[in-house]
């Protein structure tokens, strides 16, 4: 059974065909389907994140009326001691090295407390806080500041250490 030439040019004309209509009509049908199912799942993913924003805006602001009524502000001279420092170490460009917890002295009629902490910056910046720590802060009385350099030995740098305690009389 001999393929005639004419049946040959049918044949290969209509491969040619079913070649064409794909390429033109059938493939871009597909690719708009793919795309299709990616904006879905998209629009999908899009919804949830919008409900998972609104619930965590509604748990923020539960959040925010848990902590307004506990009344949070002045729990206790550590941890104003700690704002305060945290403040004036962002204002006046030192760091807290560390921060210890106080010693407690109970004498006969007196509760002295002694905090111990270590500060790392320039010198008259170092003294400035030294001075509004005793003068303008009400924590107390700085009863020792000692100076030290520490040599980094890494990268070969000195830096100024002011180990500072601060005694509070209850």
Not at 141 to 162: D, M, P, R
């Amino acid at each position: 059974m001999k393929l005639s030439k004419n049946n040959k040019y049918l044949l290969l004309g209509f491969l040619l065909l079913l070649f064409s209509s794909y390429y033109f009509a059938v493939r871009k049908t597909l690719d708009l389907k793919k795309k299709l199912h990616v904006i879905q799942d998209e629009q999908k993913n899009f919804e949830s994140a919008h409900l998972q924003f609104s619930q965590l805006l509604e748990k923020e602001r539960n959040l925010d009326r848990e902590l307004a009524n506990m009344n949070l502000d002045n729990t206790s001279l550590q941890n104003n001691l700690l704002k305060f420092l945290n403040a004036q170490g962002i204002k006046n460009e030192f760091a807290i090295k560390e921060f210890n917890a106080p010693h407690i002295a109970i004498d006969a009629n007196s509760e002295t407390t002694t905090y111990m902490f270590v500060l790392e910056g320039g010198y008259l910046t170092l003294l400035t806080v030294i001075h509004k720590l005793e003068n303008h802060g009400g924590f107390g009385n700085v009863s020792h500041v000692g100076f030290e350099k520490i040599k980094n030995f890494s990268n070969n740098t000195f830096s100024l250490q002011a180990i500072i305690y601060l005694e509070s009389v209850q």
